[in-house]
């Protein structure tokens, strides 16, 4: 019997100067320092900085996704660029191979970064938008965001036992965006590595050729680094997972 349900949300950024990046990606320096504004992306008291989420029982452990099937994703369309869909399902099979996880393209939905509602299995839902200003996340210009992504959870308490899981993930990305579409550097499949960490619940961690700077630049790798894999097997469960007590989250 579930005694008591409770749902947290929670979310981060990547930021990049647009300015250069636009137009001559391999011209924005690798030192380019992290802005102090992406340090408001990590909770605010997290014991593990590595993570977005951590448990409500264990805070020493991060909240994890039920990855023993295959995580879906789903692709919100509006406002998307022509031809993303091959791009996201690209950077989400890097993503795949790395991780040794199964991710399945779901197809459309309506499902936006505001929405709360979420399907009856995991999934990560990635949305794009043309807006300057949506979310909270103010996208394009100079200094300006191009995505935003996190994790949103769930749990219940019953009797003496806590169940709890990421229920879904979500990610925005900016249509304004124009880097190239794969490979490394301020790319759109370093942008969704990036978002898709978030939304799976990695906090910004690591240097410049991290996936997880706050900023992409030059030095931008096109995969994840082995410590980020690390992070990322953490956070997907390929064992004993209860998808029946999940049901109920
Ligand atoms: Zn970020």
Redesign the pocket.
């Known amino acids: 019997m579930v005694l008591r349900r409770l749902r947290q949300l929670a979310a981060?950024?990547?930021?990049l100067g647009l300015a250069a990046a636009v137009t001559a990606p391999a011209a924005v320096p690798a030192e380019l320092a992290a802005p102090a504004s992406?340090a408001r992306?990590a909770p605010a008291g997290a014991p593990d900085a590595r993570f977005e989420m951590v448990s409500t029982t264990d805070p020493a452990k991060p909240m994890r996704w039920l990855a023993c099937r295959p995580i879906e994703y789903r692709i919100n369309t509006k406002d998307m660029p022509a031809g993303m869909v091959a791009t996201v399902q690209h950077a989400m099979a890097v993503l795949a191979r790395q991780t040794g996880a199964r991710f399945r393209y779901a197809g459309r939905t309506s499902h936006t970064f505001t929405s709360t509602s979420h399907a009856a299995t995991p999934t990560v839902y990635i949305a794009f938008t043309k807006r300057a200003q949506v979310a909270g996340q103010t996208f394009g210009g100079a200094g300006g965001e191009i995505?935003v992504?996190g994790p949103a959870a769930a749990w219940y308490r019953t009797g003496g036992t806590t169940v709890e899981a990421i229920t879904y993930g979500r990610v925005l990305l900016s249509s304004r965006f124009t880097g190239p579409r794969t490979g490394g550097g301020v790319s759109w499949q370093a942008l969704i590595l990036?978002?898709v960490g978030?939304a799976l619940n990695l906090a910004?961690r690591g240097g410049a050729t991290s996936i997880?700077h706050?900023t992409l630049t030059a030095a931008t790798p096109a995969r994840y680094t082995a410590a980020e894999v690390r992070a990322l097997r953490r956070v997907l469960q390929t064992t004993r997972c209860d998808y029946a007590a999940w049901s109920h989250l």
């Open positions: 981060a950024a990547a930021l992406a992306t995505g992504g990036h978002e978030h910004h997880m706050p």
